[in-house]
């Protein structure tokens, strides 16, 4: 079974500058797909980001990019210029590509809880 | 992209009482999840819910506690039965866009009292 470990709690970061969120995730597989989502207060889940296994270069969007690892199974999201509309949970998620054994479900991990400070 | 309808946002029940929430989707999709997200905590999928055949449950749920119906390919219900404080949490429902992403209602925040 895929597991996918966010060991920061919690981090905090000051308006405009740079931020790094951690993810781990173990797998089996060779090939599925990997996301950040934010949930603000208001509890709707928003994705942010998302990557493919098989594509070697980093998703961006915007201010938000990832350091994709994959020897390392790690997924790491850099917020830059950090906006207080960032502060939110943010959720690290797999997806297994083989949807006729797992569906579309995502797995996820605890979460980080970022606090932007002005 | 999918907009996906969930309601009520919220809700305070009484123990031994039962809450139907319901999701609507905008267009059609095969599979429907349900999510449940413990206070500050992550999301743990329930089910699985496919139209026209019988949820698929998660380990630790069952069908008793957790009724589900799904219609028709928009639309889907979660019943959360006999509720106890324990089943205080925020519900989510979520439906796959196109290849790769999924996306969620708004959420249902239950307060069993």
């Known amino acids: 079974a895929q597991t996918v470990t966010q060991s920061q709690p919690e981090m905090s970061v000051q308006e405009a500058e740079t931020v790094t969120l951690s993810c781990t995730y173990d797998t089996s597989e060779s090939d599925y797909y990997l996301f950040w989502y934010k949930q603000p207060p208001s509890r709707q889940m928003i994705l942010v980001i998302r990557q493919e296994a098989y594509k070697q270069q980093n998703a961006t969007e915007n201010r938000f990019s990832v350091n994709f690892q994959k020897a390392a199974k790690s997924f790491s999201l850099k917020i830059s210029d950090s906006q207080l509309g960032d502060a939110a949970m943010y959720f690290c998620?797999?997806?297994?590509?083989?949807?006729?054994?797992?569906?579309?479900?995502?797995?996820f991990g605890a979460g980080t809880i970022l606090r932007v400070k002005s | 992209s999918a907009v996906i309808s969930q309601k009520p946002s919220r809700d305070i029940c009484q123990r031994g009482t039962s809450l139907t929430i319901q999701c609507q989707v905008d267009?059609?999709?095969?599979?429907m999840f349900w999510y449940r997200q413990q206070p500050g905590q992550s999301l743990t999928l329930i089910a699985t819910a496919n139209q026209g055949s019988e949820a698929t449950y998660e380990s630790g749920f069952v069908i008793d506690k957790f009724p589900i119906s799904r219609p028709n390919l928009t639309f889907s219900t979660l019943t959360v039965s006999n509720m106890s404080p324990e089943d205080s949490s925020i519900y989510l429902c979520?439906?796959?866009?196109?290849?790769?992403?999924?996306?969620f209602g708004q959420g249902t925040r239950l307060t069993v009292v």
């Open positions: 267009s059609q999709v095969t599979m």
């Open positions: 979520s439906a796959p866009g196109g290849d790769t992403e999924a996306f």
């Open positions: 998620a797999y997806r297994s590509v083989r949807a006729w054994e797992y569906g579309n479900k995502l797995v």
